[in-house]
């Protein structure tokens, strides 16, 4: 295949002398396509192996690297013949264990879960289309009448059929984390899809992926080969990772002796740390580093467009700093040492923070607490935004003083996105996120508090764009992440501690969104004369509220009234509507004279009612995001 480049075919003696003393054992590696690898086949997973974990930047990278290679090769005036000669792409290698039957994925699970995933995905989106790809056989097989997916997992199944068949599933609260991790990740393919291959390049795109998309696919007859391959690909190099070949080209520009082996050692301790704090994190942080400090231009938004050092850092990022090193101010070994002693140890530390604070509890005051909240959306891009403005020199005052500032505008700016119903996806948001951080390189905590929040200003859509937000399957998760600030903002103002972690579910407690009005549109026919006019009202933003599992268990059916005692004994969010709250809870009748937001308790609550509560969310919600605040920062 002329253009394409090759995936390595896996020889026995290339796996080790472990697997060369027995004459029995066979094993196979071959490339083969997509459609090859699942078509009208059955894999199992082991237990011990079976979680799905992919985060949204796995599935954004995935589709973004397959989407942008096609988009430089289609062109409008081609005919589906022509894909046939379309170059291919190399998506890596997945280790089979072959036991009798069956063949057990080993290793490339993640991939292979993912792949049908966004197969069930782009087989709904040609529904209705005469060109359609029959891609079914990729998803499922079917045998003696019966159908089965070709992962076979029987936790995922009732996932996984919902999604095949509605496009949706609502997880029950005890489902296998791997269920909610498919949920949430089918649900941003949408966002990440290109709009140009929505329509005529569809079904070119899809015989693209079936059949031009190659893994390498290793096969071995014991589960002891299967593992030894496993552990020789990962452990006796094999493969030599990006971040391995970055290492060895740095080292080779140090001097020899002291430096290059405390840089080695430098670089170790640093990596190992981040990879064992979470998956790839090692890799992750180099990309981001790079990204943040050095790219300049990214690949423009359009059919054809060739891929910028943004990109190129993406990929291949060690093959880009080995081109981009003099404009990097690397050319002697003291620079190389310090790139990595230095340089590395810094953005690495800040990096680790980083990441530890996306995932530990939150410090109502403390600077990092706005990347929590960022990273509880998935927005990863948050993280080269962070290192931007940073340099080696700034004191550790300064240096938190950045990340509250870009961890303050990115809380905002998904806030207003998320109000107006505008994506928050990783490739959405990629183009407009690289031009802030090339703007805010190395900024001054008062030049970049100036300059974010200008630019916050120039926003065209924020809360005072829309007052009609309502609450949809699509958008019911982002939702309950805007409803468990506000109601975190009003508990700690009124001098409670914060209940942030606890309303998003991450404490034990299960928190859902609770309709004030139960569903039954009889009870308010005096003022909606069709359902679907209740059913649109009741959805409303300002008729919600976040409550305990159990508590909408219990009263979800009742009417309001009937409800209203209880809410005296929930958070100041829902307290706020029983009367009692602004006589026995000092702390928020204090927050509310002080604030000047228009509280009240309602005896009933009718469609005017809604609408005025969802003006007082409204107004809550400027408090909570307001641009004015990235200022304050620089004045403490």
């Excluded at 069956?102 to 989106?125: A, E, M, N």
């Excluded at 005469?130 to 936790?155: C, H, R, T, W």
């Excluded at 409204?618 to 307001?626: D, G, I, P, S």
């Amino acid at each position: 295949m002329a253009g394409v480049p090759q995936p390595p075919r896996i020889e026995p003696t290339e796996l080790g002398d472990s697997l060369m003393n027995d004459a029995d054992r066979t094993i196979d590696g071959v490339a083969k396509t997509v459609a090859e690898v699942l078509e009208k086949k059955k894999y199992s997973i082991d237990y011990y192996q079976r979680e799905y974990k992919w985060e949204s930047k796995q599935i954004a990278e995935l589709v973004t690297d397959l989407t942008g290679k096609f988009l430089q090769i289609y062109s409008p005036t081609h005919t589906r013949r022509d894909v046939a000669h379309y170059p291919g792409y190399y998506l890596g290698a997945v280790i089979m264990s072959q036991k009798g039957g069956q063949p057990f994925i080993v290793d490339g699970q993640q991939r292979i879960t993912s792949l049908t995933l966004f197969l069930t995905y782009l087989r709904r989106l040609q529904l209705g289309r005469e060109d359609q790809v029959d891609i079914d056989p990729m998803i499922f097989s079917e045998k003696y009448g019966e159908k089965s997916f070709n992962l076979d997992v029987a936790d995922r199944n009732e996932c996984m059929e919902a999604l095949f068949e509605r496009g949706e599933y609502e997880p029950p609260a005890d489902a296998p984390e791997s269920v909610h991790v498919l949920v949430a990740r089918y649900g941003e393919f949408d966002a990440l899809f290109p709009d140009e291959l929505r329509y005529e390049a569809l079904p070119y795109f899809l015989d693209w992926l079936k059949d031009r998309v190659q893994l390498v696919q290793i096969t071995a007859f014991t589960d002891d080969d299967a593992y030894a391959i496993f552990e020789t690909m990962n452990d006796r190099g094999l493969k030599l990772t990006p971040a391995d070949m970055l290492k060895g080209y740095l080292l080779t520009n140090t001097d020899e002796g002291k430096p290059r082996d405390s840089a080695n050692a430098l670089w170790r301790r640093r990596l190992k740390a981040l990879d064992d704090s979470s998956d790839d994190a090692g890799a992750d942080f180099l990309k981001t580093w790079l990204r943040s400090r050095y790219s300049t231009k990214i690949r423009e938004r359009r059919r054809g467009a060739r891929a910028e050092d943004w990109d190129r850092i993406g990929t291949e990022f060690h093959r880009w700093l080995r081109e981009a090193h003099a404009e990097m101010g690397l050319g002697t070994p003291d620079s190389y040492y310090r790139f990595i002693a230095e340089d590395m140890q810094f953005y690495g530390a800040q990096y680790s923070r980083v990441l530890a604070a996306g995932s530990t509890g939150v410090d109502a005051t403390g600077p990092l607490r706005f990347v929590r909240y960022n990273a509880d959306l998935g927005f990863t891009l948050q993280n080269q935004l962070i290192l931007a403005p940073l340099n080696t020199s700034d004191d550790q005052r300064t240096i938190d003083q950045k990340i509250e500032i870009v961890g303050r505008f990115v809380d905002i700016l998904l806030a207003w996105r998320i109000w107006n119903s505008r994506s928050t996806a990783y490739s959405t948001m990629q183009y407009a996120m690289f031009t802030v951080m090339r703007d805010i390189r190395g900024l001054s905590s008062h030049q970049l508090a100036t300059t974010l929040r200008d630019y916050l200003i120039r926003v065209d859509e924020n809360f005072d764009s829309r007052d009609d937000l309502y609450v949809h399957q699509q958008n019911r998760s982002q939702l309950h992440h805007l409803l468990a600030r506000m109601t975190d903002y009003v508990t700690v103002q009124s001098g409670q501690a914060s209940s942030y972690i606890e309303l998003t579910s991450s404490a034990g407690v299960q928190y859902e969104i609770e309709h004030i009005w139960a569903n039954h549109p009889e009870r308010h026919a005096d003022e909606f004369s069709h359902e679907a006019d209740f059913s649109r009202h009741r959805n409303r933003f300002g008729a919600l509220l976040l409550l305990p599992k159990p508590f909408n268990g219990s009263y979800n059916d009742d009417t309001y009234e009937e409800k209203l005692p209880h809410y005296f004994g929930q958070n100041l969010l829902a307290s706020s509507l029983n009367p009692l709250s602004y006589e026995r809870n000092p702390g928020f009748a204090s927050f509310v004279k002080r604030s000047g937001l228009e509280f009240k308790s309602h005896e009933t609550f009718r469609a005017a009612d809604v609408l005025e509560r969802g003006v007082l969310y409204r107004e809550l919600a400027k408090r909570v995001w307001n641009p004015d605040d990235l200022l304050s920062v620089t004045s403490n």
